[in-house]
T-cell receptor
Framework: EADIYQTPRYLVIGTGKKITLECSQT?????MYWYQQDPGMELHLIHY???????EKGDLSSESTVSRIRTEHFPLTLESARPSHTSQYLC???????????FGEGSRLTVL | DAKTTQPTSMDCAEGRAANLPCNHS???????VYWYRQIHSQGPQYIIH???NNETNEMASLIITEDRKSSTLILPHATLRDTAVYYC??????????FGAGTRLTVKP
């Protein structure tokens, strides 16, 4: 079993609210990722980190921001949520080299 | 990383082998072939990966052609729980993972 956890699993909020999606892993992995996926659609890489104090934007432009203050923790924040942010957000991590990617169970966000 | 091409969807009878093809004609010598699957809307799950030799584990077998331009993931005895979207990904060892559209496999009773 992968030791990567996301909270909340489901969140329904109103427009304009600030939200933070939490992601934690206990495997000591340096590399962590956030993917965004709409129902029935492809996964898109929106943020990644190669270690503490390292964050980069992914392929899909996102209004969210991330931080990496601790190795095990990689939260994603939306300062002002909008209906267009409604989606599933998946967090993943992996070790160095050709290692496999471990995913959390996802956070499904609905913005009304 | 090389681009991959997979069929959009496939069906398979329960208990039969499911053979999922993937074309990666622009693959380079140091790129691995990875397979993941996503059941419903859960996070993708790693299945298997290989460089040039065929690989087998408890979940599946990976057959890579000699020229490495294509591969096939084999689920030897498909069950209803194998219904999922299967992603074939090619990447250099330490690069990041990009997912395409994948193949939607439906296992039918």
């Amino acid at each position: 079993e992968a030791d990567i956890y996301q909270t909340p699993r489901y969140l329904v909020i109103g427009t304009g609210k600030k939200i933070t999606l939490e992601c934690s892993q206990t495997m000591g992995h340096d590399k962590m990722y956030w993917y965004q996926q709409d129902p029935g659609m492809e996964l898109h890489l929106i943020h990644y980190s190669y270690g503490v104090n390292s964050t980069e934007k992914g392929d899909l432009s996102s209004e969210s921001t991330v931080s990496r203050i601790r190795t095990e923790h990689f939260p994603l924040t939306l300062e002002s949520a909008r209906p267009s942010h409604t989606s599933q957000y998946l967090c993943a991590s992996r070790g160095l080299g050709a290692g496999e990617l471990f995913f959390g169970e996802g956070s499904r966000l609905t913005v009304l | 990383d090389a681009k991959t091409t997979q069929p959009t969807s496939m069906d398979c009878a329960e208990g039969r082998a499911a053979n999922l093809p993937c074309n990666h004609s622009t693959i380079s010598g140091n790129e691995y072939v990875y397979w993941y699957r996503q059941i419903h809307s859960q996070g993708p799950q790693y299945i298997i990966h290989g460089l040039k030799n065929n690989e087998t584990n408890e979940m599946a077998s990976l057959i890579i052609t000699e020229d490495r331009k294509s591969s096939t993931l084999i689920l030897p005895h498909a069950t209803l729980r194998d219904t999922a979207v299967y992603y074939c990904i090619v990447r250099v060892g330490d690069n990041d993972m990009r997912f395409g559209a994948g193949t939607r496999l439906t296992v039918k009773p």
